[in-house]
């Protein structure tokens, strides 16, 4: 009946009585099999009673009463191949976004999208090289500058011979300062070695012992190494 602005006595504003011969019996209610608050009209069997029973509620609107995740209103951004939302589209609110992955030089970027209810990243690590001292972490272990120390030991004729060559170049000077300083005369003999003052033997012997000092102190440790790296 539609009349009045009010309605008259004996009507009301709806019409969803189930049993208008029962007062007791007004509504229908649906069988909710997963818990989520929806149940479904078509599979689910309905009862009528003044308030629901246990386990029945009045929405009758689910599309899959055996998931609690699937019902109308439900968030479908989860890519996980399913309606969730009973709007028959799978997936609709899930958004692509960037991902990373490895560390140090292996370290990249790409990007994370959803197909057919399976995430799909495109990112993948640089390839790992051997580490060296320049801080940076190039064999993408999660340290940096962490190379090998060398192993083993020193060379003894490697640092023998370094001190030989020094004394050669220690010879050779004193033989030319020698000729400088007494060079032959006409009318004289050839100066022979061991024939000069001793004040030069004394100059000579502190300019040997000066250079030895010098390449002692120069000399490379061979196999040995602190394990400190400091990067440029």
């Given at each position: 009946?539609?009349?009045?602005?009010?309605?008259?006595?004996?009507?009301?504003?709806?019409?969803?009585?189930?049993?208008?011969?029962n007062a007791?019996?007004?509504?229908?209610?649906?069988?909710?099999?997963?818990?989520?608050?929806?149940?479904?009209?078509?599979?689910?069997?309905?009862?009528?009673?003044?308030?629901?029973?246990?386990?029945?509620?009045?929405?009758?609107?689910?599309?899959?009463?055996?998931?609690?995740?699937?019902?109308?209103?439900?968030?479908?951004?989860?890519?996980?191949?399913?309606?969730?939302?009973?709007?028959?589209?799978?997936?609709?609110?899930?958004e692509p976004?960037?991902?990373?992955?490895?560390?140090?030089?292996?370290?990249?970027?790409?990007?994370?999208e959803c197909?057919?209810?399976?995430?799909?990243?495109?990112?993948?690590?640089?390839?790992?090289?051997?580490?060296?001292?320049?801080?940076?972490?190039?064999?993408?272990?999660?340290?940096?500058?962490?190379?090998?120390?060398?192993?083993?030991?020193?060379?003894?004729?490697?640092?023998?011979?370094?001190?030989?060559?020094?004394?050669?170049?220690?010879?050779?000077?004193?033989?030319?300062?020698?000729?400088?300083?007494?060079?032959?005369?006409?009318?004289?003999?050839?100066?022979?070695?061991?024939?000069?003052?001793?004040?030069?033997?004394?100059?000579?012997?502190?300019?040997?012992?000066?250079?030895?000092?010098?390449?002692?102190?120069?000399?490379?440790?061979?196999?040995?190494?602190?394990?400190?790296?400091?990067?440029?």
């Amino acid at each position: 009946m539609c009349s009045y602005a009010t309605p008259p006595a004996g009507y009301v504003p709806n019409a969803t009585d189930c049993n208008d011969a029962n007062a007791a019996v007004h509504a229908a209610y649906y069988h909710d099999a997963d818990g989520d608050g929806y149940g479904n009209a078509g599979l689910s069997p309905s009862a009528t009673a003044a308030t629901p029973p246990a386990g029945y509620v009045v929405k009758s609107t689910d599309c899959d009463d055996t998931l609690a995740v699937v019902h109308p209103g439900a968030s479908d951004a989860s890519c996980d191949g399913v309606d969730n939302n009973c709007n028959l589209q799978i997936d609709e609110g899930f958004e692509p976004y960037t991902s990373t992955c490895g560390v140090g030089a292996c370290a990249s970027t790409g990007y994370v999208e959803c197909l057919n209810g399976v995430l799909n990243d495109s990112c993948v690590p640089g390839a790992p090289s051997t580490e060296i001292c320049n801080g940076i972490d190039d064999n993408c272990d999660g340290t940096v500058d962490n190379a090998a120390v060398p192993t083993g030991t020193p060379s003894v004729r490697a640092v023998a011979d370094l001190g030989q060559r020094g004394d050669a170049v220690v010879d050779e000077r004193e033989r030319r300062h020698r000729v400088r300083r007494h060079p032959r005369q006409p009318g004289h003999a050839q100066v022979e070695p061991g024939q000069f003052h001793h004040r030069d033997d004394q100059l000579l012997g502190q300019q040997r012992r000066r250079r030895r000092r010098s390449t002692t102190s120069s000399r490379p440790r061979l196999g040995r190494g602190s394990g400190t790296c400091s990067a440029p």
